[in-house]
């Protein structure tokens, strides 16, 4: 049982940082396409640095939390409604 834990463990970890990594990125192709659309009175780079740390404060990255929260939920449902409904 254990082992079955962990290796779950491990997946999730492994989807979470992928999903994790590809939203940080279409931000940050978001970003610079917006940059190129705007004035361009700031510099680029602090420009998408700036828009990145608002990401980081927003909900979508805490949403990627779901990654673990709903799996172990589904799975600790279904263990009660088997063993005790």
Do not use: H
């Not at 990594?21 to 780079?45: G, I, M, N, P, Q």
């Amino acid at each position: 049982m254990i082992r079955l834990v962990v290796m779950g463990f491990i997946v999730l970890t492994v989807i979470y940082v992928c999903l994790f990594f590809y939203s940080r990125s279409a931000r940050r192709a978001k970003l610079e396409s917006w940059y190129e659309e705007t004035d361009k009175s700031e510099d680029r780079d602090s420009y998408i640095e700036t828009g990145l740390r608002e990401y980081d404060n927003s909900l979508r990255p805490k949403l990627l939390w779901g990654v673990y929260i709903v799996p172990i939920l589904t799975i600790c449902v279904i263990i009660y409604l088997t063993n005790f409904a």
